[in-house]
């Protein structure tokens, strides 16, 4: 195996002891290689307050600011491994905060278009974008339990805040064939990660995964703030 650089190492140990740790829940004891090799490469110091690089490469969530947090890298990679990507995919993302998971799928997509509800986060993640090179990311500023249906309909759909029910317009906006990962639950102590596949005829299959917390997906568009204390 290629040397990797301690900090990567360290992240990947993080995210492959859990996923050993959860593979009954999972059905996998291992990744896709091809996710794995996306979580090495996006750099996740870049998508962190200053203050926290220090903490960037362990296995857990942090703040980013507005009562928000950047997902747990083992999150992140079970999301997109659940998601399974092809290279020519076009996938919609609700929650860009940070921008994270956003690059990681940018790693693995043809284009990746995501929606944000807080201006300032979006900002912050689109400066990060351009930084880092990525020219297959479009964002949006709105409520993203509308989706974005002018680039509908997408391969895959991607959640990345917990919703008490399955919005229907993103049903609407997922390709026969495609799959919409999204944690649901009404309270932040039930929540459970689900992935819908929508058939080729239509029809929907729901498999709940396992048990996550994230902070909720709000409707509207009002620019608030949220805090979890
Ligand atoms: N994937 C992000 C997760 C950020 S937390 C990361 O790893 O950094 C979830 C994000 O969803 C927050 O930034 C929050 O502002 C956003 N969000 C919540 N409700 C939303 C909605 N209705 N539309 C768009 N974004 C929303």
């Known amino acids: 195996m290629r040397t990797l650089n301690k900090k990567i190492k360290r ?8 996923v050993r740790y959860t593979q009954n829940y999972i059905g996998k004891s291992k990744l896709d290689d ?20 220090i903490s960037a490469y362990d296995d857990g969530p942090l703040p980013i600011g ?36 956003t690059a990681i799928l940018a790693q693995l997509c043809a284009k990746v ?12 993640a689109v400066e990060r974008f351009s930084k880092l090179g990525y020219n297959n990311i479009e964002t949006h ?11 509908a309909p997408y391969d895959g759909i991607i959640v990345t805040a917990a919703a008490t029910h399955i919005p229907q317009l993103l049903l609407d906006q997922l390709k026969p064939g495609g799959n919409l990962v999204i944690p649901v639950g009404v309270s932040p102590l039930s929540q459970s990660l689900a ?6 005829h239509g029809e929907i299959e729901i498999k709940n995964i396992l048990d996550v ?5 709000i409707r509207g568009e009002e620019y608030e703030n949220y805090s979890l204390h």
């Open 141 to 151: 500023i709105g409520d993203g339990c509308k989706g974005w249906p002018e680039h």
């Open 213 to 217: 917390t994230f902070v909720p997906l």
């Open 66 to 101: 507005h009562g928000q947090t950047i997902s747990q890298p083992y999150m992140v990679a079970l999301m997109t491994d659940l998601l399974d990507l092809k290279p020519e995919y076009h996938v919609l993302e609700i929650g860009t905060g940070s921008g994270y998971q």
């Open 11 to 18: 992240l990947l140990d993080g995210i492959e002891s859990e």
């Open 113 to 124: 278009f995501s929606v944000e509800r807080i201006v300032e986060l979006s900002a912050q």
């Open 195 to 200: 992935l819908v596949k929508k058939d080729l």
């Open 34 to 53: 091809r996710v794995m090799q996306a979580m090495a490469t996006v750099p996740r110091e870049k998508f962190v307050p200053k203050y926290l690089r």
